[in-house]
């Protein structure tokens, strides 16, 4: 794919001005919904950012009909704006809260937006998280058994070298619990950046990754770069204390160059150094055996075990060094479906042997869709897919086939509106007012 500096916005942003239909450019047959003895969540929550951010305009938080048996499948329920655009609509929960309030992130904005759920159908705005003392930019949120929110926060305040950042546990009304620094010893001055999190309550353990998000320059207007130290930190979820950080293994480097990241917003050619298969580490999922799989941007993948002993290791499952952009996956059965941003592609693993992943299928998309978050509708096969590129507008729906791995776009979802592949959010209407098209980011299914 060719990146001109228009796409490169598109890309380090995750805002589009150009928004048009999308989807996979192989024929893939439409599958029934599965046998199930879980049913459909009703309901498809959409972070999205109004795409022009003009005076007046808001980002929002979209409710969408997910019933496969209604007959508004697909469609926009409602919306809750936060009287804001702007704000760089990034991360929310994974799966829609059955009690408290749904977190929801403006990343650049270094705000967290507090949505009342209670009635599922009309979902509201209540007010902003307060801020955490000491830290900045809040980014990945996971819900805990006791209705309690874990988050990662990328930074401190500034007062320490390398100004890392921490792991913060919030009740269900969004009042903050207690929070850890990221800050190891063993890595003096480092700069570590809390990124995604997992968690394993059946061993009082917390996994965190460190990549640094980029930051616009609100002189310039450009990104902000940062290298964080690529690590992975051991917590102990009971009292969120640091246990252990662990260095990737080193990985060889990708086919493009350093700067076809760094570098985007710059046009600039660039030629020598190569990025490493461990740079970046990205998101980390829970494997069949409980054990956890990591990815980094780069592609390479790691195996992270033996979290409750005193040796918790990482070890080196693959690399990938003809792709870039792994991304956002989640977890269908025995399966991971991973995004794969800079190949326009999806990849599906076979993980049901831990220690030995393996492909069993791969879906491509035009080239003006960038698949970067792929979630799981709890306890059925049923996947939603948002993007970044000229034609993220759109929220595309898939079932995974149970035995193949194989996805296939679920056309009754795709053809409710008539704009194209999936939920087109290039309108001018919604329940807030004539806003015009919204850009969505995260997508989580909700009951």
Not at 196 to 209: I, K
Not at 351 to 360: K, Q, R, T, Y
Request: proline letters at 9%; glycine letters at 8%; aromatic letters at 8%.
């Amino acid at each position: 794919m060719r990146i001109t500096p228009h796409i490169r916005l598109f890309i380090l942003s995750g805002f589009a001005l150009a928004l048009v239909s999308c989807g996979a450019t192989d024929d893939t047959a439409s599958l029934d919904a599965p046998d199930t003895t879980a049913t459909p969540s009703p309901y498809l929550y959409v972070w999205a950012g109004d795409a022009d951010a003009a005076e007046g305009d808001s980002d929002f938080l979209a409710v969408v009909d997910a019933d496969p048996e209604s007959p508004t499948y697909g469609s926009v329920l409602g919306t809750a704006p936060v009287g804001s655009a702007g704000n760089d609509p990034h991360h929310a929960e994974p799966i829609a809260p059955s009690d408290g309030l749904l977190f929801a992130n403006g990343f650049n904005a270094n705000r967290t937006f507090l949505f009342d759920l209670s009635s599922p159908g009309e979902p509201a705005f209540v007010r902003e998280l307060e801020k955490v003392p000491g830290f900045e930019y809040p980014h990945s949120f996971y819900r805990l058994e006791n209705s309690h929110l874990l988050a990662t926060i990328q930074r401190g305040d500034g007062s320490q070298p390398g100004d890392t950042g921490g792991l913060a546990e919030f009740d269900t009304d969004g009042a903050l619990v207690r929070v850890t620094s990221a800050v190891d010893s063993g890595f003096e001055g480092a700069m570590i950046r809390p990124y995604a999190l997992e968690v394993f309550p059946e061993v009082d353990r917390v996994l965190t990754t460190s990549n640094a998000m980029p930051l616009i320059d609100p002189e310039t207007g450009g990104f902000v770069f940062e290298r964080a130290e690529n690590v992975v930190q051991l917590w102990r979820l009971s009292d969120l204390s640091l246990l252990a950080t662990l260095t990737l293994p080193v990985l060889p480097p990708a086919e493009e160059p350093e700067c076809f990241v760094d570098h985007l917003m710059t046009g600039q050619d660039c030629t020598p150094s190569r990025i490493p298969g461990h740079d970046r580490p990205f998101e980390i999922r829970t494997l069949p055996d409980g054990s956890a799989i990591l990815n980094t941007v780069s592609c390479g993948f790691y195996r992270i075990h033996a979290m409750d002993t005193d040796e918790p290791r990482v070890d080196v499952l693959m690399n990938w060094p003809e792709a870039a952009g792994c991304s956002v996956p989640t977890m269908v059965g025995k399966f991971e479906v991973l995004p794969i941003m800079f190949a326009n592609e999806i990849v599906t693993l076979d993980v049901s042997d831990p220690a030995s992943p393996v492909e069993v299928a791969r879906l491509t998309f035009d080239e003006g869709f960038l698949p970067h978050l792929v979630q799981v509708d709890p306890g059925t096969h049923r996947v939603v897919v948002t993007g970044i590129g000229p034609d993220a507008g759109q929220v595309l729906m898939y079932w995974v086939d149970p035995d193949t791995g194989e996805l296939a776009l679920d056309e009754a979802f795709a053809q409710v509106d008539g704009l194209g592949q999936g939920l087109s959010m290039a309108r001018d209407e919604w329940s807030h007012g004539p806003t015009g098209p919204a850009i969505p980011h995260a997508a989580l299914f909700g009951r």
